[in-house]
């Protein structure tokens, strides 16, 4: 008969005691697990174990914590009868544990969310732990950090004592590895993999409970942590690594290292990897291996992870041309943030400047504290085109014809543009409260349900301070809520503002009537509001009203307190989602039709409607106060690769963005691809199967987007400088 722990070791560990903390208990799974689990090495012979069954029926996620999967549970059940009776009380335990869960979370209003509007909370984000505590310090460090504060906080013991099962744990896997190394080089053929694997078992004598002393047993360290973390983010791997990488003095080995790991990362899709960056007095902080990273993504041509490379004021030449080599072979990497502007940024919501420069992106480009922080997840989205959408309706959706938001009066009685751009405001106002609201009843029940020991160790200020990652424990526990369609709805609000107010060539009755219509037999009022001015043109009275509705959005926005203990923030990243939220939006005065997904993808002009090349974006898009985003504040343009042929072209585009930054921009995202391809791709699938582009915070491959997608990036001007 075989046990329970054999079969579902997370199950068994949670289960032991069923008196303990829920916290505890999960401490305890993790435990169990880290015994019993199938280890794996990746293909390039790297640990790549993850805390999951491989039935299916539990694991531990980054974004989860421990889950449950009870349709598998009840399989298991089948498949071992003789555990039948114990198997299906677990299941109803678990569904118990989760009517709890659901009954906190039932005030969440799901209307908005429904109709595309907003949301907020729902999922558990991504975050960067300090995997250099491992690396650089050893598990047996971090046991030192709980002995010095748990007799602080005595009615939290349970929560160390999760938090040690959760070291332990980590503990069991490297020795367990360490012999598996062994076993694996005893039957291996080839000399090279052979020396590899006695090198990792060498490494895991020491790490992880012990500092890393070179490069492998610090490559080591990471990846079995990293690994079991769920293949995240790595954070700012070029400062954490550094150490180790001083002390090995053959530099074909660190090579050797990079390229396993990337294949990793491209076959595991793991998320942020942040390079270079400046200390609190703007010095420079690239170093060996972030040229030598910046080698790798050039060698491989992969669109994952997503690289983030940070600049400043003090940033050498020699890395600005690397980066120029770098983003010509087309990846869409790296994306470019400026400390100047993010650090600004992070300074005005009261973090310390020795902190706010040591920022780094998560996921596709939300920003952390690396190792000290729980607030670079998206906690949720608000689409400003439907808000003005609400704001036409008197609180309608126009998709549905159903009340969904509140009442800001009838738009035909208004008699002046101020009346019907408060209205709008109104209509903002209360689609942000609302997510922020969402958002924090889910932080409370991640919070209380969804503890997470192994990232606990990970955080500053969790073992200090005795709280868990997700409850508060983190130096800082700010909110991340994106703005989205900001283009669409300052063409619409500026259109309005000209066409019905001032010229008073239509009136509001014309245009209702024309957008309930989807503009059919209202062709050259469709046609007079299509061609109105855009954002993205470099006309003031257009984007002074688009900034003024995205200002309003993050005052709101620090108006409100986050669950876990800080201010909600905003930024804009649509990821993939621009056109979804374009086919839930009804006609808008912009001249866009009901369910067309063309919309905007970032903070710059919606796709195709910037005529004035380059130079005129970046100056609309400068009128927006960069330093009021804490989230990514995503900028993208697409060049032609021609331009990058040459060292003239990328000069060229070096001197643009250096421009760009020095007048206060945060971000910038570039995808260098020929307009003849992109089509050809559309038509010719088969033929570009490596052709990769920038979709919103991340690089994906082309052939893998669906049409509506693939649409708004060819819409996307190609720019010439």
Known sequence: MKDIVKIDPFLYGYFLDE???????????????????????????????????????????????LWFNTDNIMRLADEFPEHKETLHRYVEEINMFRSKAKLLNCGVTDN??????????????????????????????????????????????WFYRSCSCALDAIDIVGERYRLAAVEKAESCENDDDKAFLMRMAKAFETVPKKPAYDFTSAMCSFMLIFALDGSDSPGRFDQYMYPSYLKTENKEEITDLLDRLWDYFYEHRSWNLCISGSDEKFNDESNGLTYDILAMVRKKGYNTPNLTCRVHKNTPHKLWSEIADTLAIGTGLPALYNDDVVCT??????????????????????IDIFGKSHMGLEDGEVIFAKCLEFALHNGVDAMTGELISIRTGDPTDFETYERFERAFMEQLEFVTYNSCSSANSYQHLRGVFEPHPLRSCLIEGCLENGRDYRNGGPIYNHGQILAEGIADTGDSLYAVKKLVFDEKKYTMSELIAALNANFEGYEQLHCDFKNCEKFGNDIESVDIITARALNRFFTVLKRNNTYRGGVFTGGCSTFNRAASYGSQTAALPNGKLKGEPLLADSIAATPGRDTNGPTAQIKSVLRFNHTDACSGFVFQNKFDKKLFDGEKGKASFVALAKAYFAGGGQQYTVTVVSPEDLLDAKEHPENYRNLIVRVGGYSDYFVNLDAELQDNVIERTFSNV
């Open 19 to 65: 008196t303990l903390e829920h916290g505890e208990r999960v401490g305890l799974a993790l435990l169990y697990a880290a015994k019993n689990i199938e280890l794996r090495f990746s293909r390039r012979l790297l640990p790549e174990t993850a805390f999951e069954t491989k039935y299916g029926s539990s694991g531990y996620s980054p974004s989860e914590g």
């Open 112 to 157: 908005l969310n429904r109709s595309g509007a907003e949301w907020g909370g729902g999922w558990g984000g991504h975050s960067n732990p300090d995997y250099g505590r491992i690396i650089n310090f050893g598990t047996d460090h971090i046991r030192s950090i709980i002995a010095e504060n748990r007799d602080k906080y005595p009615d939290e013991a």
């Open 345 to 366: 940024a992070l300074e005005k919501i009261g973090i310390p400047p020795e902190d706010s420069h040591d920022y780094c992106m998560n996921g596709c480009n939300q």
